[in-house]
């Protein structure tokens, strides 16, 4: 019998120690501005530094006060967020957390988020054990009430507003009341990328969610993410960028707070919270002067709440909620020139190459080379799409490289050539190397600088459509050396579309200039 009084001693211990653990953090004060759901530093996790778990508000003794819920099993939900800047981080943390009134602010999120310019992806797992609550709708009912430590703080703030008592009172109470608390454990694994990798990678996964913009920061043109769409799209759930760290808040033995609900200070100084004034006034804890002055002190208390973010300098959450910007700049520029000696060329109507282009002359055509593979942070990769460039160097990830010979003339050959030029052979004949690629459709708009006008070559029988620009397609035709039989091999790998035959080359250049600009600036080949 000793025996089994002492293991039902030890189970009802075991109970109230559960129950206590329960209600620990309901009725208690939050800050709201230091408040995470995502734990204490952005890259550790644990219990919300928003939560005062020592300062209670609320009495909860009475019977009837507190509702729970409690599993036995492990329900398990999963989720995914991306935040890019405070304001997507505040919306992602509401979720944790239920709120009338302030906003959050987390410094170092945005100072992440909107100076670094980093994404974080984050996948969740949550396991829900149970929730408590406290029956505010039995408040007025059962007399529910304030614990004597919130009323003997509350009675000394003056009836009028005191900017600073208030917000000392704030800082120590904070500036909200847990209402209902879901009790559990997660675990966040959090990756992050940069902006730059992130924009290619929404533009790779899913192009349609990705559009050309205006300036930005300095730059002539910028790349927009529309968030909303991403967020519907299947390649949200998509993993990118590399590891960062694991955040856990609880554990399956010692659950933590993993959702919040809270209501604003001033929602507790209410009559109906203050039916028992008596008890207070006869143990001393207020005087009858401090209460009648209680209306007063809730319009200060509501006050200091909307006052108390400015009052801290506690920034802003900048941040983009439906687009996210990123500026263009040319992908991975040095001048030269290229002549050579033809005795037939023609060339389309429209042509506004820089050079020099005479009908049965020679053609001096110009061209821009990148010579660093980086000029910026903003720089992305060639986009996917149907294209040639000119080829210096290695091609750009996802080009495949090819070339182009012609046969100049042997009689009165004026060939020349200066500055950095195209990878290729210029001598008295000519063979000049590209960088092309398939991997899209032309009719698919790829994204390219758009404040000032270039030119790509045709890779197939249409020119590569580009967001936010005109396109005119122009052509070259030019004969070779005339031979009766000639065994020189003209063209290898993947080079621009020839149209010409045995002995004439035709190439088509496809003119870009900005869709709210006239098409008579001079263009400089890509």
Not at 197 to 202: A, N, R, S
Not at 227 to 252: A, N
Request: glycine share 8%; with cysteine; charged share 20%.
């Amino acid at each position: 019998p000793f025996n089994l009084w002492t293991a039902l001693a030890l189970a009802l211990t075991l109970t109230f120690a559960a129950a206590d653990e329960s209600t620990k953090f309901l009725g208690v004060g939050y800050n709201l501005l230091t408040g995470n759901p995502d734990g204490g530093l952005i890259s550790r996790g644990g219990i919300d530094p928003g939560l005062l778990y020592t300062r209670k508000i609320l009495d909860l003794s009475p019977p009837h006060a507190v509702q729970s819920e409690s599993r036995q099993s492990c329900a398990r939900t999963r989720q995914t967020s991306v935040f890019y800047g405070g304001k997507s981080y505040q919306n992602k943390l509401r979720r944790g957390v239920s709120v009338g009134g302030l906003l959050y602010m987390f410094e170092q999120a945005r100072e992440q988020t909107t100076n670094e310019r980093k994404v974080f992806h984050d996948d969740q797992l949550t396991c829900n054990l149970g929730r408590v609550r406290f029956a505010e709708e039995l408040a007025h009912a059962y007399s529910f009430g304030v614990t004597d430590n919130f009323a003997a703080d509350i009675c000394k703030l003056p009836s009028f507003y005191d900017k600073h008592k208030y917000m000392t009172f704030l800082d120590e109470w904070g500036t909200h009341v847990t209402l209902e608390v879901e009790l559990g454990y997660k675990n966040i694994t959090r990756h992050e990328s940069s902006l730059t990798q992130f924009v290619e990678h929404v533009s790779q996964s899913s192009g349609t969610d990705v559009s050309a913009g205006g300036s930005y920061m300095g730059f002539g043109a910028s790349l927009q993410v529309n968030f909303d769409d991403f967020q519907s799209s299947s390649s949200f759930q998509t993993q990118f960028g590399s590891y960062q760290t694991t955040l856990t808040t609880g554990t399956p033995s010692l659950p933590e707070p993993i959702g919040l609900s809270v209501q604003p200070m001033d929602h507790f100084l209410r009559d109906v919270y203050w039916q028992n004034t008596t008890l207070f006034t006869a143990s001393g804890v207020c005087v009858p002067s401090d209460l009648a002055s209680l209306s007063s002190v809730r319009i200060n208390m509501a006050r200091a709440v909307a006052d108390y973010a400015a009052y801290k300098m506690a920034p802003k959450p900048l941040g983009w909620t439906l687009s996210l910007s990123l500026s263009l700049t040319l992908p991975l520029s040095l001048s030269l020139y290229i002549s050579f000696s033809l005795s037939l060329f023609y060339h389309s109507h429209y042509i506004v190459f820089t050079g020099q282009f005479a009908v049965d002359d020679n053609i001096e055509t110009h061209y821009c080379i990148k010579g660093q593979d980086q000029a910026t942070e903003f720089d992305l990769d060639w986009p996917k799409g149907d294209y040639c460039i000119a080829k210096y160097g290695p091609c750009p990830r996802g080009f495949m490289q090819g070339w182009l010979y012609w046969d100049d003339e042997d009689i009165s050959n004026a060939n020349d050539h200066g500055g950095y030029l195209p990878d290729g052979v210029y001598n008295s004949n000519t063979k000049m190397e590209y960088c092309c690629r398939n991997d899209s459709l032309p009719t698919i708009p790829i994204s390219l600088p758009t404040d000032s006008p270039f030119y790509l070559l045709r890779h197939s029988r249409t020119c590569q459509r580009v967001q936010g620009m005109n396109t005119v397609d122009e052509f070259v035709y030019w004969d070779e050396q005339y031979v009766l039989i000639s065994y020189d091999v003209k063209s290898g790998g993947f080079h621009p579309f020839d149209d010409g035959d045995a002995h004439n080359h035709k190439l088509h250049f496809c003119y870009y200039y900005p869709l709210a600009r006239s098409s008579g600036s001079d263009g400089i080949i890509g």
